[in-house]
């Protein structure tokens, strides 16, 4: 595997379900990030982790709960799910080296909240 | 709070005519990302703008940055169908702990024959 993976790719699951979304890279980054992207909206920075530390939570609801047992690994943790929180959800990561700082994207979960 | 604007955020347009899309954002950075996005798929990063004055082209492409302006364009030259896809500007707002990006909300493009 290459570059940034994310698993599942696709994802339903209903309001009372407990899930996680994977999120893999194969870069040697040491930033990794959670984005939502719902439609009709920009895309929308949830959480930042730097050498597995976490560095920034943009006021996500606690319904979703990041864990990144190291740099190359990052889980989204779901639990009692609004339908509102259907969306795509994207992983990134990117050096932290220099100027270095481009993030590269895997191919996202599209989530369905039933 | 940063904020990104593109304009347009709908454009359809002929194969073979120009256009330019614009990416407005509210404070200093000198970094900024375009990406690309086909449907239901991943972003692809197009441009990587590190400096006022940058101007980057790849094939019928070609990205630039103001920073003074707080302005990056995106010229489409000659298009084709294969362009067709939401187009994003991101403002990275780095801190000593890495990349933070704001993205505009997209500018949908269709080119039709």
């Known amino acids: 595997e290459t570059g940034v993976t994310q698993t599942p790719r696709h994802l339903v699951m209903g309001m009372t379900n407990k899930k996680s979304l994977k999120c893999e890279q194969h870069l040697g980054h040491n930033a990794m990030y959670w984005y939502k992207q719902s439609a009709k909206k920009p895309l929308e920075l949830m959480f930042v982790?730097?050498?597995?530390?976490?560095?920034e939570n943009n006021s996500v609801p606690s319904r979703f709960s990041p864990e990144c047992p190291n740099s190359s690994h990052l889980f989204l943790h779901l639990h009692t799910l609004q339908p509102e929180d259907s969306a795509l959800y994207l992983c990134?990561?990117?050096?932290?080296?220099?100027?270095?700082?481009?993030?590269?994207f895997g191919p996202g979960t599209r989530l369905t909240v039933t | 709070e940063l904020k990104v604007e593109q304009n347009p955020l709908f454009l359809s347009m002929q194969e073979g005519k120009n256009y330019t899309i614009y990416c407005n954002y509210s404070?200093?950075?000198?970094?900024l990302y375009w990406y690309r996005q086909d449907p239901g798929k991943s972003l692809e990063s197009l441009f990587v703008l590190l400096s006022n004055g940058a101007v980057k082209q790849e094939g019928r492409l070609m990205a630039s940055l103001d920073t003074k302006a707080r302005l990056s364009t995106l010229h489409i030259t000659a298009a084709v169908h294969d362009l067709s896809a939401t187009y994003f500007c991101?403002?990275?707002?780095?801190?000593?702990?890495?990349?933070?990006?704001?993205f505009g909300e997209g500018t949908q493009l269709t080119v039709n024959p």
């Open positions: 991101a403002v990275d707002m780095e801190e000593t702990s890495g990349s933070r990006l704001t």
């Open positions: 990134a990561s990117s050096p932290m080296r220099g100027d270095e700082y481009e993030q590269y």
């Open positions: 404070t200093t950075s000198d970094r």
């Open positions: 982790y730097n050498f597995k530390e976490q560095t």
